[in-house]
């Protein structure tokens, strides 16, 4: 059972904070937990050079964010936690924004958060992972299309993910 700093349960109704979120403000771990979604609506947006995307394309993006519950980072098991624990209908800040500048601006963003804050492995873990969500959607070919095994996905999509990994400080 969580208690909170002066030794007491939390409020009925209200679960303490896991003590990974308590070093972040407000605005960054908004920006942590609202990163993955923004990424995979740019990853699923249809752009020049890269394929339209459909139904498949978007669950291996959802089965990638949801992954991170079993990731070993407590950071990004608890960004996923967060994302899953929001209220229905509840807006996710920028996902419905797809432009790439705005998203990699994010990225880096998000890089100096998790410097400033995140243990090492905590911020590899989580932008790798965030990247996964990317690379999944832009693996799966598009709708009507076999893609063999081992090819690489469209060219447009590789120079995504690389910006996105560049941005993310995988690179």
Not at 25 to 40: M, N, V
Not at 75 to 95: E, F, H, K, M, N
Not at 112 to 136: H, I, K, T
């Amino acid at each position: 059972m969580s208690h909170s700093v002066a030794g007491e349960p939390p409020s009925a109704g209200r679960r303490a904070a896991p003590l990974t979120t308590a070093v972040y403000s407000a605005a960054e771990w908004d920006l942590l937990t609202s990163l993955p979604a923004r990424i995979l609506v740019a990853a699923t947006a249809p752009g020049p050079g890269r394929p339209r995307r459909g139904l498949s394309e978007g669950l291996a993006g959802l089965e990638a964010l949801t992954a991170g519950r079993s990731f070993d980072s407590d950071l990004v098991r608890a960004v996923v936690s967060t994302i899953y624990a929001r209220p229905d209908g509840q807006p996710v800040a920028g996902a419905g924004d797809t432009d790439l500048v705005d998203l990699l601006a994010a990225c880096r963003e998000a890089v100096r958060v998790l410097d400033r804050r995140a243990d090492p492995a905590d911020s590899a873990a989580y932008r790798q992972w965030v990247q996964s969500v990317a690379a999944r959607v832009c693996r799966v070919p598009p709708p009507g299309q076999v893609r063999p095994v081992g090819e690489p996905p469209a060219p447009a999509d590789l120079r995504f993910l690389d910006r996105l990994g560049d941005a993310l400080g995988l690179r």
